[in-house]
């Protein structure tokens, strides 16, 4: 069965829930499968973490799914993919590819964070 207070979740927190799940979905399918991610990887001095970083994203968007469901694992996906993404943003700056290169990353930081602090406000647990 479906969360009962789901109808009160919010129009913006469905559509950044949707959005941000979707997006992961597709960067962890592409850091499994992908050949330039594994180039990717190790310009990031990060070879051995490909899959890992790929699995995490897959159950990043997953949890963030559950959110129709089971509203906690969505809390605990934000956050960790929030914590992820800060990590990709480090890296990518610790490696000089600048802000701009690096802004991806801290886009869905803050997206994932303002989902977490969303839910947190919403007190529907």
Do not use: H
Request: aromatic share 18%.
């Amino acid at each position: 069965m479906g969360n009962p207070n789901l109808i009160a979740f919010s129009f913006e927190i469905k559509v950044l829930v949707i959005f941000s799940s979707v997006s992961f979905l597709v960067f962890g399918l592409s850091c499994l499968f992908a050949p330039y991610m594994v180039l990717e990887f190790k310009r990031y001095g990060l070879a051995n973490f490909r899959t890992l970083n790929g699995l995490l994203q897959i159950l990043g968007a997953l949890g963030l799914l559950l959110l129709f469901y089971q509203p906690i694992f969505a809390l605990v996906a934000s956050g960790g993919l929030g914590i992820l993404m800060v990590l990709g943003f480090l890296v990518r700056l610790k490696i000089k590819d600048g802000f701009v290169k690096s802004f991806p990353a801290f886009f869905y930081a803050v997206l994932n964070f303002t989902i977490l602090f969303l839910l947190i406000k919403e007190d529907l647990w």
